[in-house]
């Protein structure tokens, strides 16, 4: 399984649950998963998460060494043709350009899962929202209407066994 990352994810767990200098491990393990290839982020995502830049933000400068973006980048151009079915599918047919604004790159990452369904998933921080409609629907319902996987970040914790000694046990 591929998970691919929403740009949230690293965001809340860097200024949440996982600050990279409280827990170097969970940083340490993304590494880890992303040199294996089983975590990824797109570069539309990985473009989002650099445009976020603040005065001395150390998830950016994570992100940033060559090592770090090597690893995480999905190496892949996206389907022109799967973001259009995302938007028109996923969202609405006839947003307008302030409504696509809104929606920002998760139709690319929700392209990127579509390339193959069964073997990628979305992770992202977002809950699901069902009644809500176009511009403002959640990637798990645009995601569930597509027919992509998606699960939040302590899934895929759980799915590839994040644990704060994860180098001692294997």
């Given at each position: 399984?591929?998970?691919l990352l929403d740009a949230n994810v690293l965001i809340t767990a860097n200024s949440t649950y996982y600050p990279l200098d409280q827990v170097p491990e969970f940083w340490s393990w993304v590494h880890y998963q992303a040199a294996s290839n089983r975590i990824k982020i797109p570069r539309e995502i990985m473009d989002e998460i650099k445009a976020g830049r603040k005065d001395a933000d150390p998830l950016l400068d994570w992100i940033s060494t060559a090592e770090i973006?090597?690893?995480?980048?999905?190496?892949?151009?996206?389907?022109?043709?799967?973001?259009?079915?995302?938007?028109?599918?996923?969202y609405?047919?006839?947003?307008?350009?302030d409504e696509v604004e809104k929606i920002g790159r998760d139709p690319f990452l929700i392209a990127y899962a579509l390339v193959?369904?069964?073997?990628?998933?979305?992770?992202?921080?977002?809950?699901?929202?069902?009644?809500?409609?176009r511009a403002n629907r959640k990637v798990p319902d645009v995601c569930q209407a597509l027919g992509v996987q998606s699960c939040n970040t302590?899934?895929?914790?759980?799915?590839?066994?994040?644990?704060?000694?994860w180098r001692t046990t294997g």
């Open positions: 399984m591929l998970y973006a090597t690893a995480l980048l999905l190496d892949e151009a996206v389907d022109v043709a799967l973001v259009q079915h995302v938007v028109s599918s996923g609405a047919a006839d947003l307008s350009d193959d369904p069964p073997g990628r998933t979305v992770v992202t921080t977002e809950t699901s929202r069902p009644s809500t409609q302590f899934a895929l914790n759980k799915a590839l066994s994040f644990r704060t000694g």
